[in-house]
T-cell receptor, first 115, second 112 residues
Framework: DAGVIQSPRHEVTEMGQEVTLRCKPI?????LFWYRQTMMRGLELLIY????????DSGMPEDRFSAKMPNASFSTLKIQPSEPRDSAVYFC?????????????FGQGTRLTVV | GENVEQHPSTLSVQEGDSAVIKCTYS??????FPWYKQELGKRPQLIID???NVGEKKDQRIAVTLNKTAKHFSLHITETQPEDSAVYFC???WGGGNKLTFGTGTQLKVEL
């Protein structure tokens, strides 16, 4: 398996534009997480899904952020409109939740710069 | 919700010395505590984890200890090497869900 795949790796956009980040979890995993990493706030959980259903989106900062998981192999995180303070590295992670706690595998991340 | 505090934020040691990073958590129902290592420009990767029914776990030069009563857990790296230089994150997972909350990270620098 190629692991968790995120695209794009880098994104530079102008303030006000819509940004869509994409994630393909590891095949067979049933939990998917979106994290945001900044120097000031570290790794923040934005939202996570179990079996394609959003379970906890309390970390989503504002209504400008939305996430979907239309099927078990794909998820998107959208920011509309984007702002300079959204600049960060966004990580997607997946894990297999079987009743025991298991490892979350991270993707390579998307470095977002909003100018 | 769960809150995880991590100390220190930066740690510098001489090669061969030991390094200790400490974390505390707030939710007594947390039952899974992984540690991740993140090298510069790369993704976080699991290096060791411990479950709440275990007090200590060791893997070569890395060990983790858990004190459930005090709600804190620690990462111990012995005989540090330059390649151990990275940011280390502790995390805690609440047993009732799958939410993994991370500490703020420790920048470890191993000097020659």
């Amino acid at each position: 398996d190629a692991g968790v795949i995120q695209s794009p790796r880098h994104e530079v956009t102008e303030m006000g534009q819509e940004v869509t980040l994409r994630c393909k979890p590891i095949s067979g995993h049933n939990s998917l997480f979106w994290y945001r990493q900044t120097m000031m706030r570290g790794l923040e959980l934005l939202i996570y899904f179990n079996n394609n259903v959003p379970i906890d989106d309390s970390g989503m900062p504002e209504d400008r952020f939305s996430a979907k998981m239309p099927n078990a192999s794909f998820s998107t995180l959208k920011i509309q409109p984007s702002e300079p303070r959204d600049s960060a590295v966004y990580f997607c992670a997946s894990s297999l939740q079987t009743g025991q706690n298991t490892e979350a595998f991270f993707g390579q991340g998307t470095r977002l710069t909003v100018v | 919700g769960e809150n995880v505090e991590q100390h220190p934020s930066t740690l510098s040691v001489q090669e061969g010395d030991s390094a200790v990073i400490k974390c505390t958590y707030s939710d007594s129902a947390s039952n899974y505590f992984p540690w991740y290592k993140q090298e510069l420009g790369k993704r976080p990767q699991l290096i060791i984890d411990i479950r709440s029914n275990v007090g200590e776990k060791k893997d070569q030069r890395i060990a983790v200890t858990l004190n459930k009563t005090a709600k804190h857990f620690s990462l111990h790296i012995t005989e540090t090497q330059p390649e151990d230089s990275a940011v280390y994150f502790c995390a805690a997972k609440w047993g009732g869900g799958n939410k993994l909350t991370f500490g703020t990270g420790t920048q470890l620098k191993v000097e020659l």
